[in-house]
């Protein structure tokens, strides 16, 4: 918890006062990895006035400073190349970039799910040891929080996947980097831009967030947050202690601890600013060349999930607008099944996921289904592998285009068979099957709108619902609810989505 409140504050210039250092963005360090097949922005600061030159693969390309000291060239796209080669940068100084090679590019954001480390991962040990692919590369974007959008952020440095460093790269960016690796044999980077805890709004830039009917009742929260900050902070000493000697008597008496886990303070500085992330971990990178970005992120607003419908695309249209590349791959993982300790409706995070389904509606998004491989009671499953696998099918098929199945049964439409609703679904073309038992958590209702469980029949690639009390139906729903036994797939072996066909 002591990690949430740390803070990397951010660095107001990319050069100090006076000086005449060309110096470049924080994207452009030693062993980069810089997109193939894109043009490729180049930029950083000098002096006002400076001519800047930047050489790359036989091209040169230069540009006089802006009188604020920021400068920004373009080069032609350039083929994947494994091949190390030197970005050098002229100006009254020379900056050289050793060991860039070009191929395929991902920023990798969200919050904790997206950070969990490998280290951390399922066979965590033996993942580590097997590590050892110089063509996959992993830059971390250091925890910052900022008022208004930096021009540069602490990181990590572009690192080689070793045993030695493999371990705090995140677990589905490094997962995913590597099947992309192996198939595509050019080399990989993977941009990590992640904070644990964090809300959606936090990742948004200013506009982007008061353009949303939400905003208004985010504002108010985060007003009120701020005028308890002084004495929440002043508290939180003395709430953490109390917690601690809850803890230290439950475990003595086998009881349960009485005393609440303490809220971190929310307040200035803390990653819980609205647009703080964006401003600190996201504007820092643009509009650095990219080839898409994944995205796991949601349980932080699981509380206010019709706000997240639209604020979620809203996000991804202005991350889009800011990286200029135009429709920019975007594709993002699903809530899991987890079993929220304080949810009395046992509904809310189906209805997050519902609202995550919002942003299938702009182009060239893609969406990862979880909901078979979570931890009920762990808001962290440790299979990082087969969420990533997933992600990785999404993009070979949608962004590479190699043919293969990328997703499981999506809910299409459901139509009246006297007692019965028939359950018709498309991605189920190889067939709908349900593993070790009958297909679980599906409801009924009649025009009462009462749900009862349910069971289901396969035939033909379709789901034949019935429940002993309706007799009428007229709504199903599958894993519609926070924690469900979800175990219906097709045949390529990948889950189909949650569903409700109703809008009650």
């Known amino acids: 918890m002591m990690r949430i409140l740390r803070q990397f504050f951010p660095v107001l210039c990319l050069c100090a006062a006076g000086r005449a250092d060309v110096t470049l963005a924080p994207l452009f360090q030693d062993h980069a990895v810089l997109q193939r097949d894109k043009a490729l922005p180049v930029w950083g600061r000098a002096d006002a006035g400076e001519q800047v030159t930047v050489s790359f693969k036989g091209q040169q390309v230069s540009t006089t400073t802006e009188a604020n000291g920021r400068w920004r060239v373009t080069l032609a796209a350039v083929p994947a190349s494994a091949e190390p080669a030197k970005l050098v940068v002229t100006g009254k100084n020379t900056v050289t970039i050793r060991d860039v090679v070009v191929g395929e590019v991902w920023l990798a954001s969200g919050q904790s799910n997206m950070e969990w480390p490998v280290r951390m991962a399922q066979d965590a040990a033996g993942e580590i040891a097997a590590a050892n692919n110089p063509l996959l590369r992993h830059l971390t974007v250091g925890h910052n929080v900022a008022a208004t959008p930096a021009e540069t952020v602490k990181t990590s440095g572009w690192q080689a996947a070793t045993p030695e460093t493999a371990g705090e790269f995140t677990a589905i960016g490094y997962f995913f980097g590597r099947d992309l690796q192996r198939r595509l044999g050019v080399p990989v980077g993977i941009i990590d831009s992640s904070w644990g805890g964090t809300a959606i709004e936090v990742w948004m830039s200013d506009d982007a967030l008061r353009s949303t009917a939400a905003f208004p009742a985010i504002n108010a929260r ?283």
């Open 222 to 504: 985060w007003q009120k947050d701020l005028a308890e900050f002084p004495a929440r902070l002043k508290n939180y000493p003395l709430e953490q202690e109390a917690w601690k000697k809850g803890e230290e008597h439950a475990q003595a008496t086998h009881a349960k601890n009485p005393v609440p886990w303490p809220r971190v303070p929310v307040g200035p500085g803390t990653p819980y600013a609205p647009s703080g992330l964006f401003n600190g971990m996201i504007a820092p990178l643009q509009p650095g060349a990219l080839r898409g970005i994944l995205w796991y992120q949601g349980e932080a607003n699981w509380m206010h999930p019709e706000e997240y419908a639209e604020l979620f695309p809203a996000l991804i249209r202005s991350w889009r607008t800011g990286w200029g590349q135009g429709d920019v791959p975007f594709y993002f993982v699903q809530l899991a099944n987890y079993a929220v300790p304080n949810d009395p409706t046992f509904r809310a995070w189906a209805r997050l996921r519902e609202a995550q389904t919002q942003a299938l509606l702009l182009r060239a998004t893609d969406m990862a289904v979880t909901i078979d491989i979570g931890e009920a009671k762990d808001i962290h499953p440790r299979n990082k592998q087969e969420v990533a696998r997933r992600l990785a099918l999404i993009a070979k098929a949608e962004t590479y285009g190699i043919p293969g199945d990328f997703a499981g049964p999506v809910f299409e439409r459901a139509t009246p068979e006297g007692r019965a609703l028939r359950v018709h679904f498309s991605h189920a073309a190889t067939g709908l099957i349900s593993y070790n038992l009958p297909v679980q958590s599906l409801e009924l209702a009649g025009a009462d709108r009462r749900f009862f469980p349910a069971s289901g029949k396969i035939e033909h690639g379709t789901l034949l619902v019935t429940a002993p009390g309706v007799k009428a139906p007229v709504a199903v729903r599958y894993a519609w609810s926070n924690a469900p036994v979800a175990n219906l797939y097709n045949g390529a072996g990948l889950p189909a989505a949650p569903f409700r066909s109703d809008l009650w």
